[in-house]
């Protein structure tokens, strides 16, 4: 594959030259704003890879002599001479009829360029590609890729100069202005100054990590959705954690986290913040003895259970209970101390009993 320095495909001059018009009392030079959305600038330079690719694939496609990379060098120069033309013609041969299928069209550079980009491919393909089913195969799909793998690995055709040539689409075919500056200026003193506070002023983020470059009117939109911004944690906790982690913080570290009780498994099934577990524990002690002893005597009433609760915590010293962590620990407590206090007579036996008595007096 030869090698993309051979030739400049700059479809635009970066440099900032006045425009010379005449005015009647002479020729009047009038400077340019050249700044431009970075990002549509970018996204637009991406479809040039893929484009040629596919025009180089497809036109190769069944001949023996040829494979994509010896059309590959002729082919970029043709496409970036066919979207020159089709985005220098872009607004004279619009015509947009209201209520016509043109109406629904897109307007946005993006979309414009990249059907461009896709009409110059299916020009180039060959007879083979046109009559077969070669156009719908999977073996297609992935020469493609590897080609464009291919080219970005030999430096075919670098994103800089993609980037040159897609300013220059852009502004051919954004004829509302709304991603490049065309405002005019007098003097080269008033351009600068206009360039300081340009909505199209590109800017780098300095948010450690990220290389993003936007212009000055998306900085809000970036700074919204940066991935290596840092900001508060979105539980509430203490920490500044970075917007990509934000979820892994929340999920496995945040005090804030929302936990299950240890002792959910027998009846506390109120989520509470991991912060609070501790405090939790102690303070729910009451409700969570009345817990374990409903799974111990499940025949139990709950009259029966609060007796009990009453009759474990006079018994116990309050540390002996509070220690306890988990079900497993509070229960094993729970049973040594009834262990002590004796049987655990329900009222329900207690009455059985005492008609049991009557009736043997009798």
Same mark, same amino acid.
């Given at each position: ?104 069209? /897109?307007?946005?550079?993006? @979309?414009? *360029?990249? $059907? =461009? %980009? ?8 060959? +007879? ?8 719908? /195969?999977?073996?297609?799909? @992935?020469? *493609?890729? $590897? =080609? %464009? ?8 055709? +670098? ?204």
């Amino acid at each position: 594959m030869q090698s993309s320095s051979g030739i400049d495909l700059a479809a635009t001059n970066p440099e900032n030259t006045p425009e010379k018009i005449e005015d009647g009392k002479g020729v009047v030079s009038l400077f340019h704003c050249d700044l431009y959305d970075t990002e549509i600038v970018h996204k637009i330079a991406q479809v040039f890879l893929p484009g040629i690719a596919t025009a180089c694939v497809d036109n190769t496609t069944g001949d023996i002599f040829k494979i994509p990379a010896t059309v590959a060098f002729d082919l970029r120069k043709e496409m970036v001479e066919y979207l020159n033309q089709r985005s220098e013609n872009f607004v004279a041969e619009t015509v947009i009829v209201e209520g016509g299928p043109e109406a629904e069209a /897109s307007d946005h550079p993006y @979309d414009i *360029i990249s $059907d =461009f %980009v896709d009409d110059f491919a299916s020009l180039k393909r060959n +007879l083979l590609s046109r009559v077969s089913g070669w156009l719908l /195969s999977e073996k297609r799909e @992935d020469k *493609i890729d $590897d =080609f %464009v793998q291919e080219m970005e690995i030999n430096g075919f055709w +670098l994103v800089d100069k993609r980037e040159t040539i897609a300013q220059g689409l852009l502004k051919n075919v954004d004829f509302k202005n709304e991603y490049h500056c065309g405002m005019k200026f007098d003097s080269p003193e008033e351009l600068a100054e206009h360039v300081q506070s340009c909505g199209f002023r590109p800017m780098t983020c300095q948010n450690m990590g990220c290389n993003a470059v936007f212009c000055l009117r998306n900085s809000e939109k970036h700074d919204s959705a940066c991935a290596f911004k840092i900001i508060p944690c979105e539980q509430m906790c203490s920490e500044n954690v970075m917007r990509r982690e934000m979820d892994r913080h929340c999920v496995t570290v945040c005090p804030m986290r929302l936990v299950s009780c240890h002792f959910y498994a027998v009846g506390c099934q109120s989520p509470l913040p991991h912060s609070m577990l501790e405090q939790h524990r102690l303070d729910d002690l009451h409700s969570h003895l009345r817990y374990v002893l409903r799974s111990i005597h499940k025949e139990a009433s709950k009259e029966d259970l609060k007796q009990r609760v009453d009759q474990l915590e006079k018994a116990s010293s309050f540390n002996q209970l509070a220690n306890a962590q988990d079900v497993r620990s509070l229960t094993s407590a729970v049973k040594d101390l009834e262990t002590k206090l004796g049987p655990f007579r329900l009222n329900g036996e207690n009455k059985d009993n005492e008609e049991t008595g009557e009736t043997q007096k009798l």
